[in-house]
């Protein structure tokens, strides 16, 4: 996660580093669903979990905001000289805070509730309803509807390695296709986002994976959480005034 932010904020595309970062930051998304379908299974209190993620989500969120959309080199207004100077901004900070884009622990979260609704919404139509808004709302998020999709696949197939191989695989290439596709309408190279193949390096580290719990020690337990929001505030504050 780190790596791949590290990437996105700070070495071009164009640069083999941030090739490079970002490739390797692929295996970030595919791992966090992967943490959220296990947890569904394997944590002792749905409640608490869920909660857990929703309380971070909206911690998460103007740190992530901040740093996506509340820095001169994101500032819609970069004609505007006091917009793009250096340091905070009033106008830059409620301009990122109101956009519309939602952290990637926001997805996680409707991610969850999507597989609490498969579990105890009763009828088949009103299962795929609840489930059908839900993939929708996570439209407005980081990774809006592959990464719930992503977190169907592995909890669905959870014992059969070869069918959340295979469903995964069919997710991130159309995933790709799509990138590829907004790149020739946006009249950019197609092979603009052909970098999102990383993605299928994760395919190994599924059938690796054994489907037992990990350390249960708070360290881990809490590490994700702090990181996420406090990575986004530490770019922001470099971007900003470095």
């Known amino acids: 996660m780190l790596i791949d932010h590290i990437g996105m904020f700070f070495l071009p595309i164009t640069t083999l580093p941030g090739l490079l970062c970002r490739v390797i930051g692929r295996l970030t998304a595919p791992i966090m669903c ?3 379908a296990e947890g569904y299974v394997h944590t ?4 608490k979990y869920g909660t857990r993620l929703f309380v971070f989500a909206l911690i998460s969120q103007i740190p992530y905001a901040l740093a996506h959309y509340g820095t001169p080199s994101t500032d819609p207004l970069l004609s505007d000289t006091a917009a793009a100077a250096k340091g905070f901004s009033w106008s830059r900070f409620f301009d990122a805070v109101l956009t519309p884009d939602f952290n990637m622990i926001m997805t996680l979260f409707l991610s969850f509730l999507i597989l609490y609704v ?7 139509n009103k299962r795929c309803f609840f489930i059908g808004l839900l993939l929708a709302a996570s439209m407005l998020c980081d990774w809006g509807l592959v990464g719930p999709l992503y ?3 592995f909890a669905l197939f959870r014992d059969d390695k070869n069918k959340q191989a295979r469903y995964y ?3 991130t290439t159309g995933y790709i296709i799509m990138q590829t596709v907004f790149c020739i309408m946006n009249k950019q190279h ?3 986002q052909l970098w999102q193949a990383g993605l299928y ?3 190994p580290i599924l059938y690796l994976y054994n489907g037992e719990p990990g350390s249960r020690s708070p360290f881990h337990k809490w590490f994700f959480y702090i990181l996420y929001p406090a990575q986004f505030l530490m770019f922001w504050a470099i971007l900003c005034w470095a």
Request: aromatic letters at 24%; glycine letters at 8%; hydrophobic letters at 50%.
């Open 44 to 47: 002792s209190s749905r409640k």
């Open 201 to 203: 390096l994760f395919i």
């Open 190 to 192: 197609w092979y603009g």
């Open 151 to 153: 977190v169907l696949t």
């Open 118 to 124: 498969y579990d105890l919404v009763p009828g088949y």
């Open 169 to 171: 695989t069919l997710i």
């Open 34 to 36: 992967l943490f959220v």
